[in-house]
């Protein structure tokens, strides 16, 4: 009964008649084949599929034989099965081969199983998004966003999938700056040639974190204006109006908040059309919020203060050298000296005579100040002149001395003059001593010329007691002491204590003989 081809076919129960039957003999042993009986699976099921990007298809059901004769052992082996969908692009019934069937069993070379078809789904690939990112942004009034990147999961490698910008819609939940601002994503589609075989499965919770930036150069002032000022070493500036702001968007309220801002030139020294910057600015309003406002700037003028530079007066003797000349600022500011002036020129007018000459100081340059001068006077005087003058003492009573002075430089005429005490000029150039003790104080003055001034010096000469004040009486048949004889042995007996009593002079007043002594002392009376 076993599949076969060529196989004996034994005839039995054959026999032939007719009038010619006897020339003719039966052949009973022929031959035939016996061909596999085909056999078809009930059941067979394939499983639909996500779209994957290849045609592999998975058997969900193998199914059954059926037409197995009697109970023959035959049954389906199916571990080479394979199945492959037609193509690999979505769709709904597509067919797919299921082929790699096999027999096993004791009669299984008796049946034959052939390649089937069945029908199975290949559904749309529906990709997540799993990175939606959305540009950040400047303020602009509205709450529109631009999708920066998408990304979509799972397309498969090699496929034409993307994602399609112009057609989408980003929104931030408000027009307001903020930092981390929720963004919501709508209509978000795809593209490519192997767009059909996906879909987008979250579209409808794309949502995505953005911020909205303060528009820092949104804003700015039109029209503000600084007061010009005089240099006062400071570079504080002063604003006269503020202007307007520009770029404020729409029908947003925005104000100028200027209570603490500071205006500074760009430096403190004079000049014209300077920067003035102004910052500390801020913005109120009821969208103040959404914008800044940088620093602003301006210009204004800083002009040269006024100084007066003054030549200081100036003198000195004929012939000895000029002092330095020198000046005097009045009226300089914020710490200023005369370091900050240069080219300073002074000179005087020539000459070198007795007299005054104007002293002109000139040239004095300085980027801060207007410098106006204020000439000077330089004063030649006579030079002054050292006289020498030492007339002797003591000087004894009723006696003349010749007077006589030198003076430093140059020369003149002299004039003697007594100033205290009992004395008196005689001639001019003699000092007699008179009646008294005590110092005379005497004058010697030299007449100046053209280029020598007068000059003086004061002596002082002691003056020799006289015989009515200062003197004892001197008689012949007493003791003689010569001049300069110490008076310690008496004198008709007077007597002094001390050695340094000695006679001076003898002299004769109204007829008596006296002596004169050198000292005042105290004299005691002793008559031997």
């Keep these: 009964k076993s599949v076969g081809e060529h196989k004996t076919v034994t005839v039995t129960g054959l026999t032939i008649s007719g009038v010619d039957s006897g020339g003719y003999t039966l052949v009973t042993n022929v031959y035939g084949s016996i061909f596999a009986r085909p056999l078809t699976l009930t059941g067979l099921a394939v499983s639909n599929k996500v779209y994957d990007g290849n045609t592999a298809a998975a058997i969900a059901n193998t199914g059954v034989l059926a037409t197995v004769v009697g109970a023959e052992v035959c049954y389906l082996n199916t571990n080479s099965v394979t199945a492959s969908f037609a193509s690999k692009t979505v769709a709904a019934g597509k067919t797919v081969t299921v082929g790699g069937l096999s027999l096993s069993g004791a009669d299984a070379t008796n049946y034959s199983v052939a390649v089937h078809t069945v029908t199975a789904d290949i559904t749309t690939n529906e990709l997540a998004i799993t990175t939606l990112l ?37 929104n931030f939940n408000n027009k307001n700056v903020g930092d981390g601002k929720a963004v919501y994503v709508t209509n978000i589609t795809i593209a490519g040639s192997d767009a059909a075989n996906y879909g987008i499965t979250n579209q409808a919770d794309a949502t995505a974190g953005a911020s909205i930036w303060i528009n820092s150069s949104a804003l700015s002032l039109s029209g503000m204006t600084a007061s010009n000022k005089v240099y006062d070493g400071n570079s504080n500036a002063l604003i006269t109006s503020y202007g307007t702001l520009n770029g404020v968007i729409g029908a947003d309220v925005v104000t100028l908040e200027s209570n603490l801002s500071a205006a500074v030139f760009s430096d403190r020294n004079a000049g014209a059309g300077k920067t003035v910057t102004v910052s500390g600015l801020t913005l109120g309003g009821a969208d103040g919020a959404n914008y800044s406002i940088s620093n602003q700037t301006t210009t204004a003028n800083i002009t040269q203060a006024p100084l007066t530079c003054t030549a200081d007066n100036k003198s000195k003797e004929w012939g000895t050298a000029d002092p330095a000349l020198t000046v005097s600022y009045a009226s300089f500011v914020g710490g200023d000296n005369s370091n900050v002036v240069g080219g300073l020129v002074i000179a005087r007018d020539p000459g070198e005579n007795v007299g005054a000459y104007t002293i002109t100081p000139s040239g004095s340059t300085s980027v801060n100040y207007s410098i106006s001068f204020v000439n000077g006077t330089f004063t030649i005087t006579k030079a002054s002149r050292s006289v020498t003058f030492t007339p002797s003492s003591p000087q004894a009573y009723d006696t003349l001395q010749g007077l006589s002075a030198t003076v430093t430089p140059g020369t003149g005429s002299w004039t003697f003059a007594v100033l205290s005490g009992p004395g008196s000029i005689v001639n001019n150039t003699n000092l007699w001593m008179g009646a008294g003790y005590g110092t005379v104080t005497v004058r010697a003055m030299v007449s100046g010329d053209a280029t020598n001034a007068e000059g003086y010096a004061d002596a002082f000469v002691v003056a020799q007691a006289s015989p009515e004040t200062n003197s004892i009486p001197w008689y012949d048949d007493f003791e003689t002491y010569g001049t300069n004889a110490p008076l310690v042995g008496g004198i008709n007996g007077w007597y002094a204590t001390s050695t340094n009593c000695v006679v001076q002079r003898v002299v004769r007043n109204s007829g008596a003989q006296a002596v004169i002594l050198t000292t005042d002392v105290m004299l005691s009376n002793r008559f031997d």
């Design 134 to 170: 959305v540009s950040d942004k400047i303020y602009d009034g509205a709450s529109n966003a631009a999708i920066a990147t998408c990304v979509l999961a799972t397309v498969v490698s090699g496929d034409s999938c993307y994602f399609v910008t112009n057609s989408a819609y980003a």
